[in-house]
């Protein structure tokens, strides 16, 4: 028996290492998302992404919305460096939506690449930055107004 075992992962080594690519993606995919800390705000329907919108708007803040999938790795790796800019942004509401439990927000929104980010200002969308690059995102919030800054410093100005 083991000797068959052996006879075809030398046979199909590709095959092999494809189903145990799969296994590790399921498996992956089962694991809770770290939580990073930050200000962000999870959104799970699309009723709370108005309400987020809505809210965003009245405090005249922009909305920055980070549609993400647990088994994707640029997403993990945007997660820790998103709460932390979350934390850097005075008039900035920092959201995240995975695509895989909020399938109704990820379509309304035309994701169709993650890690997919979209600026919001109310229920307008400003613009849209897919991929992770850390400055790419730097720039998508600053063209639209986004400062660096406490909220208490905001509350001086």
């Known amino acids: 028996m083991l000797d068959a075992i052996f006879d075809f992962v030398y046979r199909n080594p590709f095959l092999v290492l ?3 690519f799969f296994l590790y993606r399921s498996y992956q995919s089962r694991q809770p998302w770290p939580d990073y ?3 962000v705000v999870s959104v799970h329907s699309l009723d709370e992404l108005k309400t987020l919108q809505t809210q965003s708007a009245a405090e005249s803040k922009l909305l920055l919305v980070d549609c993400y999938a647990t088994w994707c790795p640029p997403c993990k790796a945007a997660a820790p460096v998103y709460a932390r800019m979350s934390e850097e942004y005075a008039n900035c509401v920092f959201s995240k939506v995975d695509v895989d439990k909020a399938g109704e927000v990820s379509s309304h929104l035309g994701v169709t690449s993650m890690p997919t980010f979209k600026i919001f200002r109310g229920p307008r969308e400003l613009g849209t930055c897919q991929g992770w690059q850390e400055s ?6 600053d063209a639209h107004g986004a400062r660096l800054g ?4 905001t509350k001086t100005d």
Do not use: Y
């Not at 790419?136 to 919030?141: T, Y």
């Open 18 to 20: 494809a189903i145990c």
């Open 37 to 39: 800390g930050g200000k």
């Open 136 to 141: 790419a995102v730097r720039r998508l919030l």
């Open 150 to 153: 406490s909220a208490a410093e």
